[in-house]
């Protein structure tokens, strides 16, 4: 069985971090792709980044680029969310979510989620 856990949300103030971390397990196969998405209240969940387990590679939704970076630790099944100079507008609930077709973006492209971990920025 599949399972994606998060950890590493938490009340952050502006401008200040935190790392997130998706542990997973279950998979029988390198060719899978890890995806933080987040979700604001109201708003859709949207894609944010990506790392692809295959070959490294990685995506980063531009509102995020330069701020967030995402890594791996494969010994661990771990992949990691970085997330440097925190805007309100980054509070959200993020989920992980792995995709056997590579790296996503889009909610469509996953075939398992987290639980989710909560996010706050305060002002």
């Known amino acids: 069985e599949v399972q994606l856990v998060e950890y590493g949300g938490g009340l952050v103030q502006v401008g200040g971090s935190l790392n997130l971390s998706c542990t997973a397990s279950?998979?029988?196969?390198?060719?899978?792709?890890i995806g933080w998405f987040r979700q604001a209240p109201g708003k859709q969940r949207v894609g944010i980044s990506c790392f692809s387990m295959a070959d490294g590679g990685t995506y980063y939704l531009s509102s995020v680029k330069g701020r967030f970076t995402i890594s791996s630790d494969n010994s661990k099944n771990t992949v990691y969310l970085q997330m440097n100079s925190l805007k309100p507008e980054d509070t959200a609930v993020y989920y992980c979510?792995?995709?056997?077709?590579?790296?996503?973006?889009?909610?469509?492209?996953?075939?398992?989620w987290g639980k989710g971990t909560l996010v706050t920025v305060s002002s």
């Open positions: 979510a792995a995709s056997h077709k590579g790296c996503l973006k889009y909610k469509i492209d996953a075939d398992y």
């Open positions: 279950g998979f029988t196969s390198v060719d899978v792709g």
